[in-house]
């Protein structure tokens, strides 16, 4: 574990935040990436220009309480349940100032312990040995205008989070985001990626497998195999964005961006579900992106790799 170079909470969670409309987020231009939520039909969008600066929040969306955990560094954003059994209450988490292979390690504020961003567990403190794993849901990283495109009752966080930064586009960690370098030094080779090369991780109960962003180039249905589970992902590379859900054993080829094809008709992609012409539904599953070297770091040793 080394030090990152900022005191504890020198990084300053955004807890409760204030949302604003659609409309009223005027501040936000249609290519700004942001990281979309949907929970019970609850849409939020919180911008990676202002999650850059924070790198957590911590809220209630449709009723769940969560909490982002966003290591700038790795360029994983990963969205955990924060309710555990047998806790009295939700995690509310916090930046601790500390690294481990570039990675954040964040702290719940009840017990002051140190969580690995990437795994969602404690890793020293009082929790450790305790066998608690947060769970993690589902995130999408997309543009603005696709996600008020698709979400038009969404609220967004408001420009005012009570902090003074630079909220700019392309402003946050600009020269760490445009370099091939790593800020900490971290070891990540093999699969004919370079460290910062994004992938999409995705997660089950049977496996793991690493997708390079740059087989959705263009938009792409991909049906695959993850462990023992059939999935199907759907993506887009220019815009950062993939979605994961169980195929239930269907071939999915692509019909729009919010649709895809099986042999029983035409299915609509959406933040939980996909959902058939006869209202069944495939569940969403819950991966995420992030770059090459942060995946090899902590999920490496389990994962399988997507070749194309």
Not at 31 to 56: K, Q, S, T
Not at 108 to 120: I, K, V
Request: net charge neutral.
């Amino acid at each position: 574990i080394s030090w990152g170079g900022v005191r504890v909470d020198g990084i300053p969670s955004l807890d409760n935040p204030t949302l604003v409309s659609a409309g009223q987020a005027g501040y936000l231009l249609d290519d700004d990436l942001v990281f979309g939520v949907e929970i019970n039909g609850d849409a939020r969008a919180y911008p990676l220009r202002i999650m850059g600066w924070h790198e957590m929040f911590n809220d209630v969306i449709g009723g769940v309480p969560v909490a982002l955990a966003y290591c700038t560094l790795c360029g994983a954003g990963v969205l955990y349940e924060t309710t555990v059994p047998g806790q009295g209450a939700p995690f509310v988490f916090g930046s601790s100032g500390f690294l481990y292979r570039s990675n954040k390690l964040m702290f719940d504020r009840a017990t002051d312990s140190l969580w690995n961003q990437f795994t969602g567990k404690p890793v020293a403190g009082p929790l450790v040995n305790s066998g608690i794993e947060l769970k993690t849901r589902p995130v999408t990283i997309t543009s603005w205008r696709d996600w008020r495109s698709d979400h038009p009752d969404t609220r967004a966080l408001a420009l005012n989070t009570g902090h003074s930064r630079n909220y700019g586009s392309g402003v946050v960690y600009k020269d760490y985001f445009s370099s091939p370098d790593l800020m900490f030094p971290s070891l990540a080779g093999g699969c004919n990626l370079t460290q910062k090369d994004y992938v999409f991780g995705l997660r089950v109960t049977a496996g793991a497998k690493a997708y390079p962003l740059k087989v959705f180039e263009g938009g792409r249905v991909i049906n695959d195999k993850v462990g023992f589970q059939n999935v199907v992902l759907v993506g887009d590379a220019a815009t950062r964005t993939v979605r994961a859900y169980d195929s239930g054993g269907r071939q999915f080829t692509s019909a729009g961006r919010k649709q895809i094809s099986a042999s029983d008709g035409v299915w609509t992609v959406g933040e939980e579900n996909l959902t058939g012409p006869g209202g069944q539904r495939l569940a969403r599953l819950p991966g995420h992106i992030a770059y090459w070297f942060g995946w090899q770091s902590f999920v490496g040793g389990e994962s399988e790799f997507y070749e194309g």
